[in-house]
């Protein structure tokens, strides 16, 4: 399927433009494409988030340049083009929605900011303030006071409150003195921001902007007087829109909640007439003819009726990292884009998959679209700060695909299986003619092998011979190690008492070895009393007599008083020794 | 319902550069904002003040107090970073806010502490999640992710307490409902984890929750109640494969062959990829001889799987049907290498080498199978025809013996055992394993109507029972089904004095199918392709 493209895009977009230092920081609801000059060319608006704290810019471009730059004073959540207004000439108006404000520009300078209204403010907060600023109460009361509300109350504590109550003991009177003349405010903050047109369907009718705020609102904002019509309350906040509809007939919202559910506005009421349960955050939100297409991090693509009815799921290869979609009036064309994490851009009709665009970055966010004088242009800016325009070729057909692909690719390909080599048949050969006898040789060998083995088991637990004493009495272990290069050595011998709880006394440690070769410093050592459990140990030094490299055991015996077999024993390899003895 | 709202304009045309200035009222206010630190950029606050000394002076009576930052600014930034996982840009978000807010930030602290145990750092994210729900003690979400932690720790207990303790906060949520029966799960208490998964389903149906219920009727031992849930799920959402490819194994488990095709083929419809489907479909196939349609199916597998134990088996046992043995050898070879302690492996080698006549080969590969599953009566039949080709007798007899007292059904095991008799010349013995064949027989044709037994065990059955002298008193068919049994009898009129092979028996082959996954118990499909051994 994807071979047929080779290089994503299979030719059917041009390369405009790419700037990969154009150093944007950006999300898709950021960015738009609006004629701002009147001209009939559209330019590309953009909200840059800057470094995400400062230079936080309105960019205006225009072709491939940038055409004119204005400082934002915060954060931009989000950005439409609309016209809000009749007169001639038509030219759209710029929105930036950013903390508790929205900021309109037109011809791209500053013309209005609109603040939205304060959030109800606690009674009981009001109060205790009050108090506090006639010096009724004094901070210490004033902070337990805040802290009792805060427990309690449905109302959530202002900003100043909050901030008052992180505060240090030193540090309360100062910020009283400071604040306590201000009123309380309480603001909230514009999360997602779009339009809906006021009363005509038309492309260049007068719009109202709608505004889902942090305090789980949806404000819908007359853009005439700048007055609110309407205003609905969700579950949890909105992060993400889509509206349709004029507001005077009928209209839907959209919206995907923080909470990772979807609920469906209408015009009649001002709670969620639909909700959509997903089982996974959603990243993207696009509404395609009547269906609403969701894309989710569970690397899904979904799509739903207009009153959240499941329609199908998809698997996408890749996490989501933004949506777009993709309307081509001109052609009767509409899909969706989505860019994935793995460096894709895929564009579905439904859900079949129609094309694939390889970027050299991952895409953060997709706008579709007319650009200076091309319909369908698609931009995109990477995660690096980067800016792409792509041009859709006027020649291109999107081929919907049957949905149900033929085999898949990897039943071609043959399987791997291990070949066999000429030694293998020629001994299967030979099985066969003397099996019984192959067989035989096999049992009587076994047989032979457990027997010395039981032998050997049998004779080691008899002699004491292993370094483990399973008696009942004294179980010990032992293990040795031995250092140096020779001719000295150092043999360290560390005893354990296995036993739970009993000490074990009046043990005793010699060495059996050849006199000739080694010579000990110790060749007989008493053991204290051991712990059980401690390990101890016992040391002694080794010296080499020989200088011909020739080595040999030396056998370790611990041995208990008043008695002639030892407890255990241990055999020692001894090293070569690599230097010779000063006699 | 029109709310009056703040509306500031501006004079922006006049001022300098291109920033926004505010009325004389409000421009008192906005000179004190170069005081608050690093929110707005320099140009701007230099801008305020310009435009405000043109105005109006700052009233004096009003002390100066710097407006303070919204807490939850940056929250719709955090999240949008949140969701497109990318977690070093929401830590460095995260950390700036809350420096900004004194940690006062509910949101932020919240997805730091989801990051953290993305991260596996579950302890400290608790903890964080506690400071959250210091700040709001009222939210259902945080104390939702307070029991998730809990529940990640294996603290069951303690996160049912949380869960309901958010269930009284709010009622009717589908997420607690579902993680309640999850946690009941495994603190193996079935029934109200089936009662909640239940209530879960009633609030909103989601194809987890069914997943759940599902394995929850499994373990505890429901099949059919199993099935019932994933036939509504499959119905909820019929192109989940997870769901086809289930509810098509439990049917292959309860050997309705033809429900378990079907819903096994829709899996693999809607994702040709579907390891388990296609190794439960490859066995059906296996087990009416399509081994090449099968053999493409599990290509498909083994570049998905390529290190799956039962796909080598499996086609391994393909080759074996299609008579190409070193092939067979090989796949199960590495079957066998990839999961040695698997006893299906090792019958199929044993048998392969049986078919291969390599008895010493199959002797070692028996008895390794045996010693991982001592219970089971074909092994011990398989070790004893291995061993009466090794002429190992007494050892054989002892093997055989062990074979018929474990095994229940099968009449293969009485048949070979009496050919084994009779030709070492116990014609008695024989007979009583004869009778005790014809036994078996008549409860597997009692039991089920359609059931065909393998022509060569019938062919050889009836040259047996023509030595012994025991007559045709089996039926190997029902009546109607008379007609298919005459060729066999045709054929064995023609010979009836003929001797029986000096060692002469039969060997059933097992191929163990599609025991792809250990959470569902299948019992090892059974494919036979039955294969007879002659000396």
């Known amino acids: 399927m994807t071979s047929m493209e080779s290089g994503g895009d299979g030719g059917k977009w041009l390369d405009a433009h790419y700037d990969p230092v154009a150093g944007l920081y950006t999300f898709s609801s950021c960015v738009d494409l609006a004629d701002l000059s009147g001209d009939g060319e559209n330019r590309l608006v953009v909200g840059d988030l800057g470094t995400g704290s400062s230079g936080m810019k309105l960019k205006v471009y225009r072709g491939t340049a940038l055409m004119s730059e204005n400082t934002l004073l915060d954060l931009p959540a989000g950005l439409v083009a609309f016209f809000m207004d009749l007169h001639e000439p038509r030219i759209p108006t710029t929105a930036v929605a950013s903390g508790p404000c929205i900021y309109l520009y037109k011809n791209l300078r500053p013309y209005f900011k609109f603040t939205l209204p304060s959030l109800e403010v606690n009674t009981l907060e009001q109060d205790v303030w009050q108090q506090a600023r006639e010096g009724q109460i004094d901070p210490l009361t004033l902070k337990e006071m805040l802290e009792s509300i805060r427990k309690k109350a449905d109302v959530p504590l202002s900003v100043r409150s909050l901030r008052f109550l992180s505060l240090e003991t030193d540090g309360l009177d100062e910020f009283v003195q400071l604040h306590k003349q201000q009123p309380i405010r309480r603001q909230t903050v514009i999360t997602c921001i779009d339009t809906l047109k006021k009363s005509t369907a038309d492309e260049d009718g007068v719009s109202c902007l709608v505004v889902g705020t942090e305090s789980s609102d949806v404000f819908i904002l007359d853009s005439k007087a700048f007055i609110i019509l309407s205003k609905m309350s969700l579950p949890a906040p909105p992060t993400m829109m889509d509206v349709t509809g004029q507001f005077d007939v009928e209209f839907r919202i959209t919206v995907a909640c923080r909470n990772g559910n979807i609920y469906i506005l209408r015009r009649e009421s001002d709670k969620p007439k639909y909700c959509v349960e997903l089982p996974s955050h959603p990243v993207g939100l696009v509404r395609v003819g009547k269906n609403v297409l969701v894309g989710c991090t569970d690397e899904s693509l979904q799509g739903f009726t207009q009153k959240g009815k499941k329609l199908w799921k998809i698997v996408l290869p890749a996490p989501i990292t933004t949506m777009a979609p993709m309307d081509l009036p001109t052609r009767g064309f509409q899909g969706v884009l989505v860019g994935l994490a793995n460096c894709e851009v895929h564009l579905y009709r439904d859900k079949n998959l129609l094309s694939t665009i390889k970027t050299p970055d991952v895409v953060t966010s997709i706008c579709f679209g007319r650009y200076g004088r091309e319909d369908g242009t698609l931009i995109m800016t990477t995660k690096g700060g980067g800016l792409m325009v792509k041009i859709l070729k006027r020649t291109v057909v999107f081929d919907d695909r049957d949905s149900a692909p033929g085999p898949p690719l990897a039943q071609s390909i043959r399987l791997n299986v291990p070949k066999k080599t000429k030694l293998y048949v020629d001994q299967t050969l030979r099985e066969r003619e003397s099996g019984v006898a192959m067989h035989r040789a096999f049992q009587m060998d076994l047989s032979r092998v457990r027997l010395a083995a039981a032998k050997a088991y049998v004779k080691a637990l008899e002699s004491s011979l292993t370094p483990m004493s399973a008696s009942l009495s004294e179980p010990l272990k032992m293990n040795a190690v031995v250092q140096g290069l020779g001719p000295s050595f150092k043999l360290t011998l560390h005893v354990q008492n296995t036993a739970a709880c009993r000490p074990v006394m009046n043990l005793a440690i010699s060495f059996l070895y050849d006199e000739n070769l080694y010579r000990i410093r110790d060749p007989y050592m008493r053991i204290p009393l051991l712990v059980p459990g401690l390990i101890y140990p016992v040391g002694t030094f080794v010296d080499c007599t020989n200088d011909k490299g020739i080595t040999d055991i030396i056998k370790v015996f611990v041995l208990h008083e008043g008695r002639s077999s030892p407890l255990l024993t241990a055999h020692i390899n001894m090293p070569v020794s690599e230097g010779l003895a000063l006699s | 319902m029109q709310f009056h709202a703040q509306v500031e304009d501006f004079s922006g045309a006049s001022g300098v550069g291109s920033s926004f200035s505010s009325r004389p009222e409000s421009s008192a206010q906005k000179l004190t904002h170069k005081n608050t630190k690093g929110f707005e950029s320099e140009l701007v606050s230099l801008f305020f003040h310009v435009s405000s000394c043109q105005e109006r002076a700052p009233p004096f009576s009003e002390p100066c107090s710097p407006e303070l930052p919204i807490v939850e600014r940056r929250n719709w930034l955090i999240h949008q970073h949140y969701i497109r996982k990318d977690y070093e840009t929401c830590k460095v978000i995260i950390k700036n806010q809350l420096q900004e807010t004194n ?43 307070v029991a998730r932690s809990l529940f990640l720790l294996g603290k069951h207990k303690a996160a049912i307490e949380v869960y309901h303790e958010a269930a009284r906060l709010c009622d009717k949520d589908w997420e607690i409902s579902h993680n309640l029966g999850v946690c009941f799960f495994f603190i193996k208490d079935f029934k109200n984890a089936e009662e909640h998964l239940n209530t879960a389903l009633q609030i909103n149906k989601h194809d987890k929750t ?73 066995s059906m196939m296996q087990t009416h001889g399509d081994f090449d349609v099968a053999m493409n199916k599990y290509r498909v597998a083994a570049c998905a799987v390529p290190e799956s134990p039962p796909l080598w088996n499996n086609i391994g046992m393909c080759f074996f049907g299609k ?168 054929t064995l009129a023609k010979s009836p004095s003929a001797p029986l092979g000096t060692n002469q028996a039969l060997g059933q082959a097992m191929s163990s199918a599609a025991s792809y996954n250990k959470n569902i118990q299948l019992p090892a499909g059974t494919v036979a392709s039955r294969q007879s051994l002659r000396n």
């Not at chain 2, 079907?262 to 390891?275: K, M, S, W």
Request: glycine share 4%; proline share 3%.
């Open chain 2, 323 to 490: 008579k190409k043995y070193v092939a067979a050898i090989s796949c199960l070879k590495r079957a066998n290498y990839l999961s040695p302690f698997d006893w299906k492996v090792l019958y199929n080698l044993g048998l392969v080498h049986l078919t291969m006549q390599q008895y010493a080969s199959a002797f070692h590969f028996l008895s390794a199978a045996i010693s991982l599953n001592p219970r089971m009566g074909e092994l011990y039949m398989l070790l004893a025809v291995a061993l009466t080709n090794l002429e190992d007798v007494e050892n054989s007899t002892r093997a055989y013996e062990q074979a018929v007292n474990l095994d229940e059904s099968n009449p293969l095991v009485n048949l070979n055992f009496a050919i084994f008799l009779y030709n070492h010349g116990d014609k008695t013995a024989a007979l009583d394993q004869y009778q005790e064949m014809q036994r078996k027989v008549n409860i597997l044709q009692d039991s089920s109507s359609n059931l065909e037994f393998d022509p060569e065990l019938m062919d050889m059955a009836q040259k047996l029972g023509a030595a012994l002298q025991v007559g045709e008193s089996l039926q190997w068919t029902k009546p109607g089904k008379d007609s298919k049994s005459k060729p066999h009898s045709a």
């Open chain 2, 103 to 145: 940690g006062m930030c509910e949101y932020a602290i919240y997805v730091q502490a989801l990051i953290l145990r993305l991260e596996g750092r579950i302890q400290e994210s608790l903890e964080l999640l506690q400071s959250c729900a210091i700040l709001n003690p009222s939210s259902t979400d945080n104390l939702k992710q």
């Open chain 2, 210 to 282: 069914f997943m759940m219920l599902g394995k929850v009727h499994l373990v505890a031992g429901e099949t059919d109640k199993a099935i019932e849930v994933f036939k509504r799920a499959v119905e909820f959402s019929p192109e989940n494969t997870e769901h086809l490819s289930t509810l098509g194994l439990l049917y292959l488990q309860l050997r309705k062959y033809q429900k378990a095709f079907e819903h096994l083929g829709n899996a693999l419809t809607f994702d040709p990829n579907n390891y388990k489907a296609i190794l439960a479909a490859g």
